[in-house]
C-alpha cells in the first residue's frame, strides 16, 4: 500500500521556522520525484517545492525561494521541508506529492497553475498557521 505521511505543522509567529516530514512507503522511492503543495483557505493548491529523489535536484516556486529548503533521506524514505522566515500567507495545508515523472513533477512545483493534478500519489496533508 502506497503512503506519504507528512508531519510538522503547527502553529508558528512570522519569522519564525518550521520542519515538515514526509515519509513515503509502498512504492520504490529512488524511482519518484517528491513535491510539496499547500492550499490556503479559499485558494487553489499551488506547488511550493520538489526534489529528485535519484538526483537530488531540488526546486522552488518563487514565493518561497530563499526561504525554504527542501532535502531528501533516501534511506529512510523522507523528504523534510525546512520553511524559514515564515509569513502568515504561508498559512496553509501542506500537502507531499509523488510522480514516477520528474519532469511532471518540475512543471507542477514551477509551472502548473493546477496545483499539482495527476501526480502519482498524495499525502493527507499537515497545517501550517502563522500568526501575524
Known amino acids: 500500500e502506497v503512503q506519504l505521511v507528512e508531519s510538522g505543522g503547527g502553529l508558528v509567529q512570522a519569522g519564525g521556522s518550521l520542519r515538515l516530514s514526509c515519509v513515503a512507503s509502498?512504492?520504490?522511492?529512488?524511482?519518484?520525484?517528491i513535491g510539496w503543495f499547500r492550499q490556503a483557505p479559499g485558494k487553489e493548491r499551488e506547488g511550493v517545492s520538489c526534489i529528485s529523489s535519484s538526483s537530488g535536484n531540488t526546486y522552488y516556486a518563487g514565493s518561497v525561494k530563499g526561504r525554504f529548503t527542501i532535502s531528501s533521506d533516501n534511506a529512510t524514505n523522507t523528504v523534510y521541508l525546512q520553511m524559514n522566515s515564515l509569513k502568515p500567507e504561508d498559512t496553509a495545508v501542506y500537502h507531499c506529492?509523488?510522480?514516477?515523472?520528474?519532469?511532471?513533477?518540475?512543471?507542477?512545483?514551477?509551472?502548473?497553475?493546477?496545483?499539482?493534478?495527476?501526480?502519482?500519489?498524495w499525502g493527507k496533508g499537515t497545517l501550517v498557521t502563522v500568526s501575524s
Open positions: 509502498g512504492f520504490t522511492f529512488d524511482d519518484y520525484a
Open positions: 506529492a509523488a510522480d514516477s515523472n520528474v519532469g511532471f513533477m518540475v512543471y507542477s512545483i514551477t509551472v502548473a497553475t493546477q496545483g499539482g493534478y495527476g501526480l502519482d500519489y
